[in-house]
């Protein structure tokens, strides 16, 4: 798939909460096709210390404006930088990088969200949805406070919600709800994007049931582009990068 490198014009920096903002950016031509589980590597200019891009999964795109959306959560100086932009500010970005999520093989899938995870699984919700599929969207956290604007999920399937604390959704941890727990078997393919305790234990389960598992890793990368090997993580087939071949992996083929 062709990359591109463009001066993306922000065209809002929308706080959702203390940790987290989403900007849109507007592209300036027109917007080329981009996959579910893609990302860009986005050059952050305003920072003294952050010298390589950062990796931010495609959120959203409007084809019909041009724009596409990043959900960001602030954790270090690049996305704390990266919050301070305002409208009209520009934003460079290398992108669509990386592969995306293969399609069901059966009627049910499952998303699988744990806190900024949710990110790459929106358009992966959409696309589902376009091809017929009513996916359940199972978005997990420790608080209420993780449960990043789950209603934007609900016109692509149904949403579900567990936090460790109680405060939104179900008690308990993703694996430990009733969609686990009573109606794994009906699902075709499972698809996570998390912290990588999560994803470890989601992959774990569908391995007990058979279940084909996905999962979109979020390993510190560099170059973005297969070329300095800190991305690398070891699969059956020896070691792949994650920002070429990956980010999304089927964990059948992962030495988890
Ligand atoms: C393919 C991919 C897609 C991603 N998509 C998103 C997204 O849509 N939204 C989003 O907010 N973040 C996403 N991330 C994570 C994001 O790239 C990092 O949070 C960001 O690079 C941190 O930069 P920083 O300068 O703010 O923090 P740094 O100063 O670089 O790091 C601050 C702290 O965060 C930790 N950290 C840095 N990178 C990561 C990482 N990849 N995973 C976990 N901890 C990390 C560091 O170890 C350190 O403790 C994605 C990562 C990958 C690889
Ligand atoms: S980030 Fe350089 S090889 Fe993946």
Redesign the pocket.
């Given at each position: 798939m062709k990359k591109f490198i463009h001066d993306f014009e922000v065209t809002r920096n929308i706080h959702i909460t203390d940790d987290?903002f989403a900007l849109n950016l507007k592209c300036p031509v027109s917007l080329p096709d981009m996959l579910p589980?893609q990302?860009a590597e986005?050059l952050?200019g305003n920072?003294a210390?952050?010298y390589?891009r950062?990796?931010?999964?495609?959120?959203d795109t409007n084809y019909d404006t041009n724009e596409l959306s990043?959900?960001?959560?602030?954790?270090?100086?690049?996305?704390?930088?990266?919050s301070k932009l305002k409208e009209g500010d520009i934003l460079n970005l290398v992108y669509p990088?990386?592969n995306t999520f293969s399609m069901p093989q059966g009627e049910n899938a499952l998303l699988i969200c744990g806190g900024?995870?949710i990110?790459?699984m929106l358009l992966l919700a959409k696309l589902l949805h376009s091809k017929g599929y009513n996916p359940d969207i199972l978005i997990g956290g420790r608080t209420s406070a993780d449960i990043i604007e789950p209603g934007k999920y609900e016109p692509y399937g149904e949403v579900f919600i567990t936090t460790d604390d109680g405060s939104a959704g179900e008690k308990g941890m993703v694996t430990q709800h009733s969609l686990f727990t009573e109606k794994i078997k009906s699902y075709s393919i499972i698809y996570a994007?998390g912290?990588?305790p999560m994803m470890k234990a989601v992959a774990r389960v569908a391995a007990s049931h058979q279940i084909p598992c996905e999962i979109?890793?979020?390993?510190?990368?560099a170059c973005?582009i297969g070329a300095c090997l800190c991305?690398v993580v070891e699969t059956i087939d020896g070691n792949k990068t994650?920002?070429v071949d990956?980010?999304v992996f089927d964990t059948r083929t992962l030495k988890l």
């Amino acid at each position: 798939m062709k990359k591109f490198i463009h001066d993306f014009e922000v065209t809002r920096n929308i706080h959702i909460t203390d940790d987290y903002f989403a900007l849109n950016l507007k592209c300036p031509v027109s917007l080329p096709d981009m996959l579910p589980g893609q990302f860009a590597e986005v050059l952050v200019g305003n920072s003294a210390t952050t010298y390589l891009r950062r990796p931010i999964s495609i959120y959203d795109t409007n084809y019909d404006t041009n724009e596409l959306s990043l959900l960001i959560k602030k954790v270090g100086d690049g996305t704390i930088a990266l919050s301070k932009l305002k409208e009209g500010d520009i934003l460079n970005l290398v992108y669509p990088l990386g592969n995306t999520f293969s399609m069901p093989q059966g009627e049910n899938a499952l998303l699988i969200c744990g806190g900024v995870g949710i990110a790459p699984m929106l358009l992966l919700a959409k696309l589902l949805h376009s091809k017929g599929y009513n996916p359940d969207i199972l978005i997990g956290g420790r608080t209420s406070a993780d449960i990043i604007e789950p209603g934007k999920y609900e016109p692509y399937g149904e949403v579900f919600i567990t936090t460790d604390d109680g405060s939104a959704g179900e008690k308990g941890m993703v694996t430990q709800h009733s969609l686990f727990t009573e109606k794994i078997k009906s699902y075709s393919i499972i698809y996570a994007c998390g912290p990588d305790p999560m994803m470890k234990a989601v992959a774990r389960v569908a391995a007990s049931h058979q279940i084909p598992c996905e999962i979109s890793l979020e390993n510190t990368m560099a170059c973005g582009i297969g070329a300095c090997l800190c991305c690398v993580v070891e699969t059956i087939d020896g070691n792949k990068t994650t920002c070429v071949d990956g980010p999304v992996f089927d964990t059948r083929t992962l030495k988890l």
